[in-house]
């Protein structure tokens, strides 16, 4: 029988980083256009966020705790250490800040691309829904960071 833990370990920190990495760029690229103020390519860019966030972030937020758990399991690490439950809670605050991102993305892409197709400008909810998606972005990548330092160093505290 094959082992499977090293395939585990490989799955957590590719998921990992595939989930950070698509965070934080389509977070810069989303950003940097929506500064530019071209609606043509606000619309473009925030599809491909939606279409990203569906590709590689919903499949590694799942595959993150179902391969932490059974990591956790397979080292006999308590599954309430401190540290632990520190990164139960910042992944569930990441969440909830990501689910409403998901929606907004979808609002902003909308908004985006009518105003592209009609020639006007974009309308006071596209600024609001902007200024929310960035506002829940910073404890977000906060959370990630945190956890991502809690994983590397386990502190017993």
Same mark, same amino acid.
């Given at each position: ?48 966020? =939606? ?10 937020? @799942?595959?993150?705790? $179902? /391969? *932490?758990?059974? &990591? ?28 409403? =991102? ?10 985006? @691309?009518?105003?592209? $197709? /009609? *020639?006007?400008? &974009? ?28 994983? =590397? ?5």
């Amino acid at each position: 029988m094959m082992n499977i833990y090293p395939w585990l370990i490989v799955i957590h920190i590719l998921s990992s980083t595939v989930l950070f990495g698509t965070g934080l760029g389509t977070a810069f690229q989303m950003w940097l256009t929506h500064r530019s103020g071209n609606v043509a390519s606000i619309a473009t860019v925030a599809r491909n966020v =939606v279409i990203a966030d569906f590709l590689f972030t919903a499949p590694t937020v @799942v595959l993150q705790p $179902a /391969t *932490g758990i059974l &990591l956790v399991w397979w080292d006999g690490i308590d599954p309430l250490s401190p540290w632990l439950v520190t990164v139960y809670f910042l992944y569930l605050v990441a969440g909830a800040c990501w689910l409403p =991102v998901v929606w907004l993305q979808i609002k902003i892409r909308d908004i985006a @691309v009518d105003s592209a $197709a /009609t *020639g006007r400008p &974009l309308p006071a909810p596209y600024l609001r829904y902007m200024r929310l998606w960035f506002i829940l972005g910073c404890p977000a990548f906060t959370a990630v960071m945190v956890i991502f330092w809690l994983m =590397v160093n386990k502190p017993n505290f």
